[in-house]
Structure formats: C-alpha cells, structure tokens
C-alpha cells in the first residue's frame, strides 16, 4: 500500500504565506510526476502545478510567480509554497503523485486527503 498525506494548510489573510507539503509513503519502487490540485466550493478539481522527477515545473496561470512547488526525492516528498495569497486560492488542496509500487507491473495515480486553505480577512 501507498500513501500521500498532507500538511500545511490553514487561514490565512489575504497577501499571506503558506507552505503545503505531501509526503509518500509504504512500498514504494519509483515517484514520477507530483503535483498540487486544489478543488474551490462549487467548482471542479483543478491542476495548479506539477513537477517531474528531474525537475521540470509547470503552473496554471492564475498562480504563476506566486506559488512554488519543489520536491525532495530522497524523502519522496513534494512541497508547494504559496506567497501573496488571494481569497480565490480558497480551497480543498490535493496532493497527487504517479507511484510505482513494488512489485507493481506500472504507476499508480495516487490521492491525498486534502488540506483546507481557506485565504480571508
């Protein structure tokens, strides 16, 4: 079995700062692409940024040069930091990884929990 959880989410003023993480966890062989989707009240899931293994990143555009997301292969782990929050950043934010189990014969699209941030003054 594998598992994402989550971490770092909360309220914050608008213009504030949060830091989310999501760490992997169990039989894992190999993590390939990681990212963040965050889901508003009454609106669909939506991709906000992803990372591949080597690195590369890609945000959707109401986020971009304000939020980062990084990664730690070693504690298979993914990070998003949000500066200059919005209250359209409110939300359920997600965590998803592409995971190869041990044992598995391909990656598997994995799940977090998901964390509120909720963006108010």
């Known amino acids: 079995q594998v598992q994402l959880v989550e971490s770092g989410g909360g309220l914050v003023q608008p213009g504030g700062s949060l830091r989310l993480s999501c760490a992997a966890s169990g039989s894992i062989a190999s993590i390939n692409d990681m990212g963040w989707y965050r889901q508003a009240p009454g609106k669909e899931r939506e991709l906000v940024a992803t990372?591949?293994?080597?690195?590369?990143?890609n945000y959707v555009d109401s986020v971009k040069g304000r939020f980062t997301i990084s990664r730690d292969n070693a504690k298979n782990t993914v990070y998003l930091q949000m500066n200059s929050l919005k209250p359209d950043d409110t939300g359920v934010y997600y965590c998803n990884a592409k995971i190869l189990m041990l044992y598995a014969l391909g990656y598997g699209n994995i799940w977090g929990q998901g964390t509120q941030v909720t963006v108010s003054s």
């Open positions: 990372i591949t293994s080597g690195g590369s990143t």
